[in-house]
């Protein structure tokens, strides 16, 4: 009974508590309407609403729901092109990052393994890839337009071919997001015990058998812990991404609403990109659990 007890009260009431004390706060700074009533300059009482608070333009939690509830009751309408229930957004923009992570991981892994076996490779790379690394997605998407500028790229099924603008989200997700995926497979292959390699030798496996027996399930660990933080960084550039590019998505929406000034809109956007991320972690951390138990 006691174990249930605790069970409830660290995985249920401390969280409801801090989401709580979240909405307080936030109550709190928010301004409120306010109706002043004054005499104008011919004696006619009028009555004026006014903002009034701390931070008197940004929406109270229930302005914020009162603005926003369409697109959260409605997740999956499509009035327009950029006015979609708030899952069509976070569809859109999910299925570009998990093309641009896919790429990351396919050529971030084999780097990283190159990284750590070989230290002519290092020598070589490392310097290349320490500048490139701290590059912003605000710096790499311009690229990413000239290069695929003229380039037309057709998935077979597709009802049209990638634009421009997708191909290079897509690009930009996974120069961005590769990094973590490199450097964290190359710290793992270099943390190997040498015993491990030594019984390799004496058991006279072939390379590629000592990669998949020895080298990757001893990089396992690593390899997680940079695919996880991969993952959060290719859901950053892509809200980034379409920010600066317009196309439909969570990023594009946000910038939209900015530029009418829908403040509670942005929040709803600022909340799902979130609790999004949140969930792609705790995703990528179940797959971690299974291959450790597997």
Known sequence: MKRFQRFNLD???????????????WQILAGSN??????????????????????????SPGETWTASKNYVLQPWAKRGELDQGILAFTWLSLKLVA?????????????????GLSKAFAKTFDPIIQILRP????????????????????????A????ASELASIFTVAICSMWPTVLNT??????????YLNVAKVLKLSRTKTLFKVLVPATLPYMFTGFRLSLGIAWLVIVAAEML?????????LWQQYNALSYAHI???????GLVGYALDRLMSLIESRFKSA
Not at 11 to 25: E, I, K, N, R, Y
Not at 99 to 115: D, S
Not at 136 to 158: D, Y
Not at 267 to 273: D, E, G, H, R, V
Request: aromatic share 6%; net charge positive.
């Open 11 to 25: 995985s249920l009431l401390l969280p409801l508590l801090g989401v709580a004390v979240c909405l307080l706060l």
């Open 267 to 273: 929040i709803l956007c600022i909340l799902t990109i």
């Open 34 to 59: 306010l109706q002043v009533t004054s005499r104008d300059d011919f004696g006619d009482m009028v009555t004026v609403t006014k903002r009034v608070g701390l931070s008197k333009d940004l929406p």
């Open 135 to 158: 590059v912003s997605p605000l710096a790499w998407l311009p690229l990413g337009m000239v290069l695929f500028l003229s380039v037309k790229i057709r998935v077979p099924g597709a």
């Open 160 to 163: 049209a071919p990638y634009t």
């Open 186 to 195: 190359a710290v793992g292959v270099r943390a190997i015990p040498q015993d």
């Open 99 to 115: 093309q641009g992570y896919a790429i990351a991981l396919i050529l971030g892994t084999p780097i990283g393994f190159c990284l």
């Open 245 to 253: 590019t317009g196309r439909p998505g969570v990023g594009g929406f």
